[in-house]
């Protein structure tokens, strides 16, 4: 039973900074690229940041200088460093995984459950 847990969303200043967690968990063969997604109220889903197996590394245009992805392989674990927050930076994130479990060697792409993040005064 694969599964991606999130943590480390809540409410916050402008200006101020926040660090997301998003640890997979269960029977894992592999993972390969690990991303943050957002989803503001009446907007699409978007890409914020995504990181490779190797540490490879893509931003939104709107984070980047402001957001650090990274990844720990040992613990399976994708963090998103966020700071100088802006209100337009409400939204629900949500954490993404490309990985194959033991039992299936094949990838499948999961999701994690959404934690939200409101940056207001």
């Known amino acids: 039973q694969v599964q991606l847990v999130e943590s480390g969303g809540g409410l916050v200043q402008p200006g101020g900074s926040l660090r997301l967690s998003c640890a997979a968990s269960g029977s894992i063969f592999s993972i390969n690229a690990m991303a943050w997604y957002r989803q503001a109220p009446g907007k699409q889903r978007e890409l914020v940041a995504a990181?490779?197996?190797?540490?490879?590394?893509n931003y939104a245009d709107s984070v980047k200088g402001r957001f650090t992805i990274s990844r720990d392989n040992a613990k399976n674990t994708v963090y998103l460093q966020m700071n100088s927050l802006k209100p337009e930076d409400t939204a629900v994130y949500y954490c993404?995984?490309?990985?194959?479990?033991?039992?299936?060697?094949?990838?499948?792409?999961?999701w994690g459950q959404g934690t939200q993040v409101t940056v207001s005064s």
């Open positions: 990181v490779t197996r190797s540490g490879s590394t």
């Open positions: 993404n995984a490309d990985i194959a479990p033991v039992e299936r060697r094949f990838q499948f792409t999961y």
